[in-house]
């Protein structure tokens, strides 16, 4: 790296006699080397060289008769030009000194005899190094004014309630915190006592927390926490958990305050417990923890005793909302539950609400024709039960389908699609009746997760139950990049998301596998030509499954896509797990060099998780590093994991790489991220996956 004095210097030199300009050159190469020059003759030769380039020095000759002192550095202030102007005169004696006077006195930054170059160059060397020094400066300023402005975007975006507090007072606040307080914007909060927001009772306890000298981390959480009251800017009052944590805010130590809502009593958090696993209209399981229990039923056993599921619909649903009105419905189904519930009482019938006008209840060993009993009865009940609306009686019938099945040999989910199609058969054929099936005898043991999960995803691509969603990856800098994690997403047919870590198991669900690799690499490359015919400039991080670094054929088909779809590959960076790099070195290093052939880009992620990162990093020619998210959720309140997120980044950057710290699930995280040197942040607290590519890099784009 050249140093400042090798750097070359841009010279101005205003000077009638090209003899005497060439003159003043040789006597600033004894203090630095020149690179551009530019010999002024006139007025607009200096007005036209201030306008085409930035001047490292304007050297003067007094022997000018056509420019003064004063109008040169008139000529340079217009232009808003930073730059050091040396007159060079060539008074003698007495008179030299009172000629120095004068040339200050008119704005010059310094006035040097001609018959003393060794002067002229020490002079020279000075102000360079001034102007270097402000022009540093100034960059560190407008750094310091981007990072401060990211920083805004992050905690604007992020879902906590953030605020910081320097001397008692708040200096910043996202959305979130203001509305908790019930301020519209965060000028009406700056400025602001913290202790303002607090009951009176609470402010002793608060101002102890806030005057507690401990060193950051000295807790185990990384936080203090205090339980107050809130008192809002309308007078309301609400119940609040204050984490406080030490930060800084423009190189001023600070607390960061995140709100939270209190711990509440082991008897209210039971009821919290309930209502999220219950329905509120029915009182039954919400679909997603029925059918939960339905995948916890007893595998393979010594009893082989039978089971049914129950699907109740509510006949003509639509035709109910539109004449009686959906609160009438609600009621409806209030009754039903309630019916279904009493009806099946004596054998601990597990109930569920599938949809908005359907009901599932397992029946534990209940055989096939006690089950068609129980239905038809329940079936009755509801027809001659109706629910009163404005002081008239509203009655609708069901159909109910009945799937008889033995947990030992059958998923009790399976069940549940068969009764709900044998419900809709019931509804088909004019309603208010039972269809039931028949129990299969058992002729094969209980068939294994890996095929059925393959089976289930291959029916969630056959019937378009499959779409990417994306994340953002921010840069803590600037906003010029725009990346996002391609992420996978498929469903069952309970509406259920299948995790990709099981999707991409090994054994039984390779080559389903493998077929999803092809759909994520086509829909992620058409993704990319939409942006691209729409002006945004965006790059794709992109995760396969294990068994593609294996797979021959991959690249050969992304490369047909990008050429068909005309995407250049710079576009696409492919994540490889380190494990797997450590594991498969040769394999991986195949995989990244034809990335390479397709233009294309790599990063490895998980980075951390193995021992012997710093090897597998510098073997494998990635481009990101992404650190892996159980060392990035850690910083905030363990020394151990805020060293080696530090050493990560400092690796990434000694090998030309960037770094992305995976996992940010927190803003005390996040605060703690800014002073580790990573170049990419990433998780819930910026944005969570979504369908849409709704993070806002530049106003406009993407």
Known sequence: MRSESETPIRVLVVESSPNAADAMLRAVTLARRVGEHLHARRTADIEAAMESSAWDLVLYSTAVRWCTAADLVRLVARADADVPVVAVHGARGGRAARRVVTLLEAGATDAVSRDNPAHLALVIRREVARLTERRDLRHSRREVEARDRRWQTLLGASREAVAYVHGGMHVRANAPYLRRFGFE?????????????????????????????????????????????????????????????????????????????????PTAAAELERLRRHDPVTGALH?????QALDALPGPTADDRPAAMLVLELDD?????????????????????????????????????????????????????????????????????????????????????????????AAGRDALLAAQARARAAASAGGNQVRSGELETPVAPPARRGPDLADVTARAMAQGRIHLAFQPIVKLTDESARLYEVLLR?????????????????????????????????????????LLERGADPTFFVNLSPAALLDENLLLFLGKQLRARGVPGRHLVFEIPESIAVTQGKAARAFVSGLRDLQCRAAIEHYGSVAGSPATVGQLAVDYVKIDAALVGAVAHDTHAEQAVRKAADLAR????????????????????WTLGVDYVQGYCIQAPSVGLEWGFVAGEL
Do not use: N
Not at 382 to 387: A, I, Q, R, S, Y
């Open 185 to 265: 914007t965060g000028d009406e909060l700056i400025g602001m006592p913290i202790m303002d927001l607090v009951d009176d009772a609470d402010r002793a306890r608060l101002r102890d927390a806030l005057r507690d000298d401990r060193p950051r981390g000295a807790s185990a959480s990384g936080a203090q926490i205090v339980e107050v009251t809130g008192r809002r800017v309308d007078g309301g009052t609400l119940p609040l958990r204050i984490e406080l944590t030490r930060s800084d805010v423009d190189g001023e130590e600070c607390w960061q305050v995140v709100l939270r809502d209190p711990v509440v009593s």
């Open 287 to 291: 679909r997603t923890t029925f059918v």
């Open 317 to 409: 649903l639509q035709r109910l909302e539109e004449a009686a009105g959906v609160e009438t419905v609600d009621r409806l189904m209030a009754s039903t539950a309630d019916l279904l519930g009493r009806a099946l009482d004596e054998h601990e019938a597990l109930i569920g609400r599938v949809s908005d006008g359907a009901l599932a209840a397992l029946l534990p060993a209940v055989g096939p024709e006690e089950a068609g009993l129980l239905a038809e009865a329940v079936r009755e009940l509801v027809e001659l039960t109706p629910v009163e609306r404005e002081g008239r009686p509203i009655s609708c019938t069901c159909s109910i389908g009945v799937e008889p099945f033995r947990p030992q040999v």
């Open 490 to 530: 498929l469903t069952d047919e309970a509406d259920r998301e299948i995790a990709p870590v099981d999707v991409f198991m090994p054994g039984p669900c390779e080559e389903v596998a493998a077929r999803l690799d092809r759909w994520v690499v086509e829909h992620t490359v058409a993704t990319v030509r939409e």
């Open 654 to 673: 000694s090998l030309g790489r960037e770094s992305v710290a995976f996992g940010v699930e927190s803003t005390a995280v996040l605060a703690k991220l």
